[in-house]
């Protein structure tokens, strides 16, 4: 016999009717929920396209500060490890890295500008003060110098090269010292002796000056002797840079003397580690007239502590632009070199460069853009801590330059008159003094 089944279940028909009215409030109360608006633009029209964009910015804003906290948790990493090598008196030697030698395949050129892009985009007024605190938090920038209201700064690029403040940064007067052109860290300086002169990136691995600064660079390759020999001897610029620079020997005895009181000359140089957080503003280390300009289109590698340990040659693979010219005591060359991120070099003596280009030809092959800078044989004339360029984001400036040292006082013994005033690690300022001299 069949059992019989009730046509109605009791509780399942309530569950039912109770699920169906949970649903129906569910559904009610999510239609009368408030739905946010599209804030309405400057001229009050509510558009979807201009509402949706309108939080683009600060969604890319946000973006970038975490992807550089990531990058500067590394950096920290890192330099701590050095450090702590180097209280225990370990110099760090070069050590060739296999993960470098893949970075040649990135694209760090067009990831540059697509970060040039980036910082260039106007932030809303209200989110400036928010955004570049948390940068000089991170990076450890000294917001109090600078010689605008944060809010003044409508982009990162605006505040990246900002300006500072009257007397921020005073400027060494002794006539005989060379400042510093940049706020950076001394990672490298020392004297230039023989024809081979060779540039030390770290410990273990050097480089040809001429190979950063060009082969038609106007460098004197002896390091002492008359200047006005050691140039016509040595130098093979170009036609026009030939002329210009013997129009200076003759039209401007006081920049280019040969019976100079000195006749004694060395050749020095100091590299300069500016990091993303430091003042990226570059001035003159000295009184000099800058006669040549030279743009090499190179690579972008990171011009940090840790790539310059790792990667060869990497201040002339990068892209830079090179300064020559004279002053009171003879050559001097500023390399300002790019970076990742950093491809962006400007010359406020030369508003007109551009860097960090598209390029078709090969980085190794394509010469150096080379200009004259020839205003009735003078050049371009820069005082002591004059503004001279700025870098988008902190890089590197290899300064190379005669200073005096004394006549031989013993043979085989020479005492030399110019010293530098700092150790390799300190921290510098623009127009503190990289070195002094003392008169004959």
Known sequence: MKPRVPHRFPILSYHTRFHNHTHKSFTSFIKNFPKPQPPSSVNGANGNSKGDSSYLLPGATVATILMLGALHARRMYDDKKIEKRQEKGIEVEFQPDVKASFMSFLPLRSISRC??????????????????????????????????????????REFFVRALKEGSRPIDTDPQCLVSPVDGKILRFGELKGAGAMIEQVKGFSYPVFSLLGASSLLPTTAHGNVQEETSESIKPTEKSKKSWWRVSLASPKVWDPTSSCPKKGLFYCVIYLKPGDYNRIHSPADWNILVRRHFSGHLYPVNERATRTIRNLYIENERVVLEGVWQEGFMALAAVGATNIGSIELFIEPELQTNKPIKKSLNSEPPEERVYDCEGVGKVLKKGDELGAFNMGSTVVLVFQAPISKLLHEGDSSQEFNFNVKCGDRIKVGEALGRWHSS
């Open 115 to 156: 970060w040039g892009q980036l910082t260039s985009m106007e932030i809303p007024a209200w989110l400036r003060p928010h955004v570049y605190k948390a940068w000089a938090r991170a990076f450890h920038s000294n917001l109090e110098e600078a010689a605008l209201p944060l809010d003044k700064y409508t982009s990162l």
